[in-house]
């Protein structure tokens, strides 16, 4: 029988063949992503040894091994202008070229797949490969990683971009290069897929996942060409044995050592920032503020050489990462002292405008901080079972996995640097509380607060498209309170809490506007108390009944151009006594886990 279903609700059915190529084309993208992932992260590091031995000692030379510390420089006390140069030349990158390249990459990358459908210029990773490596090279207390991750993420777009592949391909082949170049760089392949899972991917299944291991297997197999089957640090045997044989005291001990870590990730993310905001307000501009804040860090490298006879803070750190875990920094209070130092150059690096990554940061703080924590807590009970290497690597873990919201891949990627199975246990003890402290005291990652200062927040979770069909209702979170629409700012300071409400504001007996959470809190600190809390309102407010599912909600604010849906009981109606609840965009994102432009309100041409 002829099928007589009109046109635009006939479905297409693709022909299996047809649905192969398709599955083969991503796929073979996906290896070249991750080939070219894996030589960029070989480039870079040449980059950053070029840049290095030129700036520091006057010389061509692409040897740098990361491992080992930096000698003294024949420049003596002009070794502080070796980062103003850097920082000069970084400014000039940056801000003719490709103002992407600033910051630490990972939440420009996050912005691009979120907010742009995956484009992302394909000369940032050319600028990004530059900026980076002058400014780690030149002695930046920065890490290359967040840097690879977006040259990666870069051709991954440019390429999905150049073929003309739909977007979900796209974004799955920035997940490609994003993973594949953490995998190379540390050759942990299981860690570079689940930082695309945890991190990139807005998707989990089948079809995105296969290419993303696909590309950190190439990319890890180039790695290994170049820089040898090992891992990024020499890792001594750790003494651990086996889960029955080990003490609970040993549990207690490195849990104990999870709780520090997840409060010294809240301070580093939020320390970056402020300094951040602190440079902002500083007069001047680009040039002078990043100058200034590379002196200080060309400062902190020369007193560090003198005082203690090597640079510690400067460049990815790793160096001293390895006396950690070698014992030969066996002072708690000089661990602890460079652990401060390292997070003040950090945040004077990234804070001032540089280009670089906070991977390598949390891993020397939480190396620092957890073999501090061994050599003191051994000192108050010297008959408890832990030592400096075990706790600095657990410390390693629970400050990349506290800090960068991705605690999953901080487990796994120290699994495979050490391939001792009987750390998995208190690695995922302490790495669970880390991660839940810094949730406890600071909802944001230190990727995720980038963006969100900005006003972008992305989902937190990824889940089915099945969540669309739940009622509207359901979804509702936030707390809401009716005021008069005359009230003023000053009078809703008895509502500063941890979880502030949406605001309803009633007028004449009707609905006149929504002041939603997240607008009342940067009120408080941005605004005037005797501003009205009507000029904060959104009166472009829909309303919906009770029975309206999450799939009609998002309908009804993108058609009607609208950030905020109050939902009232039986038929819409303006009345406030009916009111159930109110939900708005940021809500949205946040609980169906939609991608920000899909739950956008603007006006869509279709």
Not at 151 to 178: D, H, K, M, N, V
Not at 256 to 263: A, E, I, R, Y
Not at 403 to 421: P, W
Request: glycine share 10%; proline share 5%.
């Amino acid at each position: 029988m002829p099928d007589n279903t009109p046109p635009p609700f006939r479905r297409r059915f693709f022909p299996r063949d047809v649905q192969q190529r398709l599955h083969t084309r991503l796929n073979g993208l996906a290896v070249l992503v991750g080939l070219i992932a894996g030589l960029g992260a070989v480039v870079f590091r040449d980059l950053i040894g070029l840049f290095h031995n030129l700036l520091f000692f006057g010389r061509f030379d692409l040897h740098y091994d990361t491992l080992k510390h930096t000698v003294e420089s024949p420049w003596g006390v002009g070794i502080i202008l070796v980062p103003v140069i850097g920082a000069l030349v970084v400014a000039f990158l940056v801000q003719t070229f490709a103002p992407e390249a600033k910051g630490h990459g990972v939440p420009e990358v996050m912005h691009a797949i979120y907010f742009k459908r995956g484009v992302i210029r394909p000369q940032v990773a050319l600028f990004k490969s530059l900026a980076s490596s002058i400014s780690i090279g030149s002695g930046g207390a920065i890490g290359r990683e967040g840097p690879i991750i977006q040259i990666g993420a870069a051709f991954g777009s440019a390429l999905g971009q150049w073929t003309r592949i739909p977007e979900w391909e796209r974004l799955a082949l920035i997940a490609c290069g994003a993973g594949g170049g953490i995998a190379a760089t540390f050759n942990t392949p299981l860690g570079g897929i689940l930082f695309a899972a945890e991190l990139m991917l807005v998707e989990i299944s089948a079809r995105t996942l296969i290419p993303v291991m696909l590309a950190t297997g190439a990319a890890t197999f180039v790695g290994r060409i170049f820089f040898g089957n090992e891992a990024s640090f020499m890792i001594p045997p750790l003494p651990l044995t086996s889960t029955t044989a080990t003490p609970l005291s040993a549990y207690a001990a490195y849990a104990l050592l999870g709780v520090f870590t997840g409060l010294m990730a809240t301070v580093y993310t939020k320390s970056i920032y402020a300094f951040e905001d602190a440079f902002d307000r500083m007069p001047g501009n680009y040039y002078t503020r990043h100058v200034i804040g590379m002196a200080l860090v060309g400062v902190l490298m020369y007193a560090t050489m003198q005082l203690f006879g090597n640079y510690y803070i400067q460049g990815v750190g790793y160096a001293t990462i390895q006396d950690v875990l070698n014992g030969t920094l066996n002072y708690a209070w000089l661990l602890l002292l460079l652990v401060g130092l390292k997070l003040l150059a950090t945040s004077l690096t990234l804070g001032s405008g540089a280009s670089g990554g906070v991977f390598s940061p949390s891993l020397f703080i939480g190396a620092g901080l957890g073999g501090a924590f061994a050599l003191a807590a051994r000192w108050f009970v010297p008959d408890l079972p832990i030592d400096m290497a075990s706790a600095a690597v657990i410390g390693m873990a629970c400050m990349v996995g506290a800090s960068t919201g991705a605690a999953v891949t901080a487990v796994v990627m120290i699994f495979e640097m050490t391939r001792d199975y009987y750390v998995i246990i208190p690695l995922i003890i302490a790495v669970s509380l880390a991660y839940g402290v810094r949730r406890l005291l600071l909802p944001e990652s230190i990727y995720t607060l980038k963006l969100s200062r900005r006003g972008q927040h992305l989902p937190s979770s990824i889940q089915s498209h099945l969540y669309l069909m739940r009622g509207a209702l359901e979804l509702i979170q936030e707390p809401f309170v009716k005021l008069p629409a005359h009230t003023l700012l000053s009078d809703t300071h008895m509502l500063r809490r941890r979880r502030l409400p949406h605001i309803v504001l009633v007028e004449e007996g009707k609905i006149g506007g929504i002041v939603p959470s997240r607008v009342l809190e940067a009120a408080f600190t941005h605004t005037a108390g005797d501003t009205p809390l009507l000029k904060l309102a959104d009166t472009r407010f829909i309303i919906v009944d009770d029975h309206s599912s999450v799939f009609d909600l998002i309908a009804r604010l993108r058609g009607d151009a609208s950030e905020s849906a109050v939902i009232v009981s039986g038929e819409s109606h303006d009345k406030p006594q009916d009111i159930l609840g109110v939900i708005t965009r940021a809500d949205l994102i946040h609980s169906t886990n939609l991608p920000p432009d899909l739950a956008t309100c603007r006006k869509q041409g279709n």
